[in-house]
């Protein structure tokens, strides 16, 4: 079963930030939170992961609370072609296999 | 750089036959998956390879599922007989012992659809 929780939709204005929430109250200290997302009739694709600090990519920001319970997935500016469904993950790493919940499911709207 | 490959894209039987799903994964990605989703839910996990030999098969459905990795390239996930529950995307996923720690992690194919009548 998925260690995550997250809410199941989320709307939000097309050039605003929009702000996906995870939580992951039982992640052990040598795992990590990545973050996936799966636009329509796509397979999934890699945004970012992080461990205890903060990270960014050309892609997004992750924010990891320092208790390493919830984090936070920021789209800086959304666009419509952000619409999607998002999956947090915690996981080991390496090739172990990735466990997916249902995820949120991000609309923009213009 | 080429993705995933996967074919068919999508694939109607009716219940009771078999069918057949290909993947192709990135050149060099030593490990590759394949999930299954159902409308609605995340990809689950069906069964992993490392090169050639079967790391995780403990989801795979063995009286009905098979799947192989001959010569640890491409892969075949085989379904015989179908049932309708087993409608569904099948995911192929590749990664690199290399590019683990970094960035892409797994990368998927587009998937094949299947609709079991």
């Known amino acids: 079963d998925a260690k995550t929780t997250q809410p199941t939709s989320m709307d939000c204005a097309e050039g605003r930030a929009a702000n996906l929430p995870c939580n992951h109250s039982t992640i052990s200290g040598n795992e990590y939170v990545y973050w996936y997302r799966q636009i329509h009739s796509q397979g999934p694709q890699y945004i970012i992961h992080g461990l205890k600090n903060n990270e960014t990519n050309e892609m997004a920001s992750l924010i990891i609370t320092e208790d390493r319970k919830s984090s936070t997935l920021i789209l800086p500016h959304a666009t419509l072609r952000d619409t999607a469904v998002y999956y947090c993950?915690?996981?080991?790493?390496?090739?172990?296999?990735?466990?997916f919940g249902k995820g949120t499911r991000l609309s923009v709207i213009a | 750089e080429a993705g995933v490959a996967q074919s068919p894209r999508y694939k109607i039987i009716e219940k009771r036959q078999s069918v057949a799903f290909w993947c192709n994964p990135i050149s060099g990605h030593a490990t590759l998956y394949w999930y299954q989703q159902i409308l609605g839910q995340g990809p689950k996990l069906l069964i992993q390879f490392q090169n050639n030999g079967v790391v995780d098969d403990s989801q795979l459905p063995k009286d009905r599922f098979s799947a192989e990795r001959l010569k640890g390239v491409d892969s075949t996930l085989k379904i015989q007989p179908a049932k309708l529950e087993d409608s569904a995307v099948y995911l192929c996923?590749?990664?690199?012992?290399?590019?683990?720690w970094g960035k892409g992690g797994q990368y998927f194919g587009p998937g094949t659809r299947l609709l079991v009548l």
């Open positions: 993950i915690v996981r080991v790493g390496g090739n172990t296999p990735l466990v």
């Open positions: 996923a590749s990664s690199s012992l290399a590019g683990v």
